[in-house]
């Protein structure tokens, strides 16, 4: 089993939708929780951290269940420019991270 | 300031040459990275310098040479590689380990 798995997608979605993407990880000790968005031919950049309470920023909530082991994002009223790849990144305590295979979400006018 | 530079933006060798990537952080970050990504998959880790010294070489073949001068500053050595190297070669920093990275915008590296 990979150590964190997304489903790849693509979610094309219209403008204005709510979409939701899950991650789960393997490894019940991880103690960091993050998303990145990565435009293509572009690097990854921070979206949000994820928190153990849940958090949001705008339009963008992060949730995580750490029983049942995965993390997800909310993006509420899509905009063309939310098209980017999605990833999930985890890591261990004092250890370093571990990208998921990424999310792939277009926006369509 | 929160902004990782890396240089060159774009290079193509031959699999003879020697080149160096540079990368450089002003955020006081003790921890800098060096990942590998090819087209559609995640970026996968390379090496991770941490109070400028090396603390993870994730069993990356000695044509690539890591070197941290200073904390603000991180290179990546490059001799005799191999078409199958190239490849977006991202840097990124931390506060310290498992905290959010930052990323530079990355050196598109072509190996002919």
């Known amino acids: 089993r990979k150590e964190v798995e997304q489903d790849p997608g693509p979610f094309n979605v219209p403008e204005g939708a709510t979409v939701a993407f899950n991650c789960t990880y393997s490894?019940?000790?991880?103690?960091?929780f993050f998303w990145y968005r990565q435009d293509c031919r572009k690097e990854p950049k921070l979206l949000m951290s994820v928190y153990s309470s849940g958090n949001e920023d705008g339009r963008f909530t992060a949730q995580l269940n750490r029983a049942s082991q995965y993390i997800s994002l909310l993006i509420r009223d899509s905009k063309l420019s939310d098209s980017a790849t999605y990833l999930c990144v985890v890591t261990l305590y004092g250890q370093n991270f571990v990208f998921g295979p990424g999310t792939r979400l277009s926006v369509l006018p | 300031d929160t902004e990782v530079t890396q240089t060159p933006k774009h290079l193509v060798m031959g699999m003879t040459n020697k080149k160096s990537l540079k990368c450089e952080q002003h955020?006081?970050?003790?921890?800098m990275y060096w990942y590998k990504q090819k087209a559609k998959k995640p970026p996968e880790l390379m090496f991770v310098y941490s109070y400028e010294k090396l603390s993870i070489n994730e069993s990356v073949p000695s044509r690539f040479s890591p070197e941290c001068p200073n904390s603000s500053l991180l290179n990546l050595h490059l001799h005799a590689l191999q078409p199958e190297d190239s490849a977006l070669y991202l840097c990124a920093s931390s506060q310290a380990s498992a905290n959010e990275q930052f990323f530079g915008p990355g050196t598109r590296l072509t190996v002919l």
């Open positions: 955020m006081g970050h003790r921890a």
């Open positions: 490894n019940s000790a991880s103690q960091s």
